[in-house]
């Protein structure tokens, strides 16, 4: 009879909870926001830390299902962040924001209406970005993934890191006034990757912190919380099968929710996997032979003039696989320049990384995970990121699935989770 009513039960909850996840995909169907202009500039410190300044402007197309936007929180790296400011006066408030990953929390002076388009710019010192001897003994790997925006599009997205002492880059980018230079747009939940190569000898890059590898705080509670709800409770058994199933339960409405969404082929999101593959990017390159703006001579291997810091290139072109011949692509394999057939001041610059194979999937336009206009961001930077994109954010209730589970079955460990 027991087991009869425990079955029931379970059924029962089963079907709650699929129907909540499938009202929750279906009440959201609208963005509540969109990014204009999300800027980035990055300088690397001589102790390999790096200065990241923000500019970002944000529109509020929906004040009413969610109210005003009133703070947001944007990823960043890791948790290392050494230093932050607010750089416009609209910020009343900055501070690290720990939420199932590492963030920026940024709370405006006053409330954003639809229709609003609020600028914002911070700045944060942010170190355990780079791995040494990752592709290449000798050479060291910065690798930045911005924060990306589960439910928001991003207009127009510019990367602009320091030139100075960069061997190679990837993926291939203008180099404007001293700054490796890349732009692109983003739908929701896609990711922008890039990686620059330096000599070891060219910072203070310091191997503890290079191998150093952080675990994300969700992963420390989640096994403190196991052990404490399934292996100390009195009824064991009942409770292992009863988490199980919340999590069989969220797969499956995930799963549903996203096969309901794929009708709209225009909206990607992207993930990153753990299999990797290797590219490589040749790229032909003429100096000017002094420098346009002061008339010094360009130095060996300097991109840029010592003297004044205008930029010497004067073009790139990649070269497509197809129009080299075996021989050349032999010749030109290691991450370096190679003088080009005795023409003067220009050369072959080979850049090889090893970059995460990309899986896309679509989306419907709704909130990711059932969330209601929600601001959440995350960024990765080398093996040292361990985090996860978390719903709700930007100071908006969402109706989120860990949210719904802590409520409905007051499990210790998702209790652990509530938002702060």
Known sequence: MKNSISLRYLLTLIMALFFVGIICQAVQAENLDEIRKYEITADVNDDATVNLKYHIEWEVLDSESEGPLEWVKIGIPNSNVEDYEALSDNISDIEYYDDGGSYMRIDFDQEYEEGDIVKFDFSIVQNNMYQMNLNEEGFTVYTFTPGWFSEI?????????????????????LVDNGYNTWETSLDEGEKFTVTLTYPNEAFAFDSEVSDRYEESEWDDEWDESWDEEFWDDDDDAGSLVLGGAVWIIFIAVSIIARAMQSNNQYDRGAGFGDRTETKVTRTKITYHTNCPNCGAPRAEGKDACEYCGTNLIKSEEILKEETLTKEEKKKYTGNRDYAYGGVPDTFIRVHTVHVPVTHTHSSHGTRGGGCAHSSCACACASCACACACACAGGGRAGCSNKDFYKKALKLRMLEKRSRK
């Not at 207009?155 to 990837?170: F, N, Y």
């Open 153 to 173: 599009v991003v207009d127009s997205m510019v990367i602009r890191w320091k030139a100075d002492q960069v061997k190679d880059w990837s993926p291939a980018c």
